[in-house]
């Protein structure tokens, strides 16, 4: 199995920064992606990023240019950088790893920002 965990999240006044980790553990396979996305309250789970086991990055426009997705120096860790948050940006955000054979979920960390 796959374990994913986030970490990252808080309060944050609006135009803060907040930086969230991906750690993902267990049987991963040697090639994976992982995709950020978030809830918010009464809304269906949103797509915001990917980062492909290559390298190439996608982005939600609703976030393009103020979050950027990148791997750590283990390749286990991903980071979700989040700059100029605004109280739009409150959920629950999650990490999936996403491979050929399954996907794996995270509980997903809070974000809240206040105006």
């Known amino acids: 199995q796959v374990q994913v965990v986030e970490s990252g999240g808080g309060l944050v006044q609006s135009g803060g920064s907040l930086k969230l980790s991906c750690e993902v553990s267990?049987?991963?396979?040697?090639?994976?992606?992982i995709g950020w996305y978030r809830q918010a309250p009464g809304k269906e789970r949103e797509y915001l990023a990917r980062?492909?086991?290559?390298?190439?990055?996608q982005y939600e426009d609703a976030v393009k240019g103020r979050f950027t997705i990148f791997r750590g120096t283990t390749k286990n860790v991903v980071y979700l950088q989040m700059n100029n948050l605004k109280p739009e940006d409150t959920a629950v955000y999650y990490c999936?790893?996403?491979?050929?054979?399954?996907?794996?979920w995270g509980r997903g960390t809070q974000v809240t920002v206040s105006s």
């Open positions: 267990g049987r991963t396979l040697s090639a994976y992606d």
């Open positions: 980062l492909w086991d290559n390298g190439l990055k």
């Open positions: 999936k790893y996403i491979s050929g054979p399954g996907n794996a």
